[in-house]
């Protein structure tokens, strides 16, 4: 299943996105993005955290901007700063 969810420090959850079977393609990233705007309102601040998977490098890093959406992007993976992974 891959999940996309966008959480409101006010009222939760504000939007939900599943995909059973399949991973999200580009599309899928700029629908997600467009309806983001959209429920949080023209004027208020938006910011998405993504992981380091390769479907974020390009699709949203365009749409996001364009719509004042500010992009945060995880560190790289680094299982020598992770104790779990010794």
């Not at 429920?39 to 992981?51: L, Q, T």
């Not at 490098?57 to 996001?64: I, M, N, R």
Request: aromatic share 10%; proline share 5%; net charge positive.
């Amino acid at each position: 299943m891959a999940v996309f969810a966008a959480i409101s420090e006010r009222s939760g959850c504000l939007l939900q996105m599943y995909k059973l079977g399949a991973a999200f393609d580009a599309e899928d990233i700029n629908n997600f993005l467009h309806q983001l705007r959209q429920r949080a309102g023209k004027h208020k601040k938006v910011a998405v955290f993504w992981d380091n998977a390769r479907i974020h490098s390009k699709p949203g890093l365009v749409t996001a901007p364009q719509l004042g959406i500010e992009v945060i992007k995880n560190a790289p993976y680094r299982p020598d700063l992770n104790g779990i992974e010794f």
